[in-house]
């Protein structure tokens, strides 16, 4: 259980960080990192994933702590058997999702940075990418399981 809340705890500051850093530092002043490929621009996303539910502060804020409370729940109630394959991928759920509310709480937006323009592709964070990866990690987790029993 303390790796799940210790990823957690290190998403949750590095992107902060990252976030104050976007906010107070890359606002005005875009990075190319790499020329027509990829950029770091600053970014206030009112909404989620692809710009859905524009301006449903509450709500996002809402479902996310719903969410992280589930997770953290389930790791809690079944710390005796949980093995790290299992608790990371949690982990990176939980954390990426409780530090883009902590965005919507300190800004009122969640702070999107990362920008990959050789594809049209909306901006987006390093919690969001620890969402996605945590959420194909568990989606792996899960067909492995279910290919096991057949």
């Keep these: 259980m303390a790796i799940y809340f210790g990823i957690c705890l290190l998403i949750i500051f590095f992107t902060r960080i990252l976030a104050y850093w976007g906010v107070y530092f890359l606002q005005g002043n875009p990075i190319t990192v790499i020329p027509s490929v990829l950029y770091l621009s600053y970014v206030e996303n009112r909404g989620a994933a692809f710009g859905i539910f524009q301006d449903a502060k509450v709500f996002l804020i809402t479902l996310s702590l719903i969410l992280f409370l589930a997770i ?5 109630s079944r710390r005796k058997n949980m093995k790290a394959s299992l608790l990371i991928p949690l982990a990176m759920v ?3 999702g ?25 901006v987006f964070n390093l919690a969001d990418i620890c969402v996605v990866l945590g959420v194909i990690w568990l989606a792996v987790i899960i067909w492995r399981t279910d290919c096991k029993k057949k």
């Design 98 to 122: 409780i530090s883009n509310v902590a965005d919507r709480f300190r800004f009122g937006f969640v702070v999107d940075y990362i920008d990959v323009r050789i594809i049209q592709y909306p």
């Design 94 to 96: 939980a954390g990426g």
């Design 72 to 76: 953290t729940y389930y790791v809690i």
